[in-house]
C-alpha cells in the first residue's frame, strides 16, 4: 500500500474513533443512579481503551508524516541533482570567463560565491585555483597564498596540483620569502621533473639567481 493511501486510511479511522468517543462523552440517559454508576465506569473503560486506541493512531499518522515528507524531499533533491550539475557548471564557466578576460575584481568575487555554495562539486578545486589566480593578478600576495596552499594541503589529486605548487613559490617570492620560494620550486622540479610548471619553475629560479 502506498504511504498516502495509508495516510488516508488512519486518518479516517482516526476520525471515527473520535466521534465515537464524543458521542460516548455526551451520552445521558435518565436511569437509576447505581445503573449510572456502573454504566459510568465501564463507560470509562471503553473510553480510556478507545483514547489508547486513539493516541497509538495518533502516533501512526505522525509517523506515516514523516515518511511522505522524507520521501517528497528525496524526490525533491534528486530532481535538483539531475538539473543543478548543468547549472553549476555553467556558474562555474562564468566565472572562468571572467578570468580569460582579465576581470579578476568579478572573478573574484564571483568565484567566492561559487566556493560558497557549491563546496561539495567536483568544480571545488578549480574554483579555488582560479581564486588564488585571480587574487594574485590583483596582487592580493597573502590571499593567493592561502588559495593555492589549499589546493596543496586539501585536494592532492587535483589536476591544479601542478599548477597551485608551481603559483605557491611565485607567490612566496612577491612576499619576500625567497627561501621557501626556492625550496617550492626546487621541490616541484624534483617531484614533477617532466611537467610545463617544472620548466617554468626552472626559469623561474635562474631569475632569482
Do not use: H
Request: proline fraction near 1%; glycine fraction near 2%; charged fraction near 30%.
Amino acid at each position: 500500500m502506498e504511504i498516502n493511501e495509508m495516510y488516508i486510511k488512519y486518518t479516517c479511522i482516526l476520525l471515527t474513533l473520535m466521534l465515537f468517543i464524543s458521542g460516548c462523552v455526551t451520552t445521558n440517559k435518565p436511569i437509576v443512579k447505581e445503573v449510572v454508576n456502573n454504566e459510568s465506569l465501564s463507560n470509562k473503560k471503553e473510553i480510556n481503551k478507545l483514547k489508547s486506541k486513539l493516541l497509538d493512531f495518533e502516533n501512526k499518522l505522525l509517523d506515516l508524516e514523516s515518511l511522505i515528507k522524507k520521501e517528497q524531499s528525496e524526490k525533491i533533491i534528486e530532481k535538483l541533482d539531475v538539473v543543478s550539475n548543468e547549472d553549476i557548471r555553467f556558474e562555474y564557466q562564468k566565472a572562468f570567463d571572467l578570468i580569460k578576460v582579465g576581470e579578476y575584481l568579478a572573478a573574484e568575487e564571483s568565484l567566492s560565491i561559487f566556493i560558497d555554495l557549491y563546496s561539495d562539486t567536483g568544480f571545488i578545486d578549480d574554483a579555488i585555483y582560479w581564486l588564488g589566480e585571480s587574487f594574485y593578478s590583483q596582487k592580493k600576495y597573502n590571499k593567493a597564498l592561502k588559495e593555492f596552499q589549499k589546493i596543496t594541503k586539501e585536494y592532492p589529486n587535483s589536476e591544479k596540483l601542478v599548477e597551485a605548487i608551481l603559483k605557491t613559490g611565485f607567490t612566496q617570492f612577491e612576499l619576500g620569502d625567497i627561501e621557501k620560494s626556492i625550496k617550492t620550486l626546487n621541490q616541484l622540479i624534483k617531484s614533477y621533473p617532466d611537467s610545463s610548471s617544472s620548466r617554468l619553475a626552472k626559469e623561474k629560479l635562474n631569475s632569482i639567481k
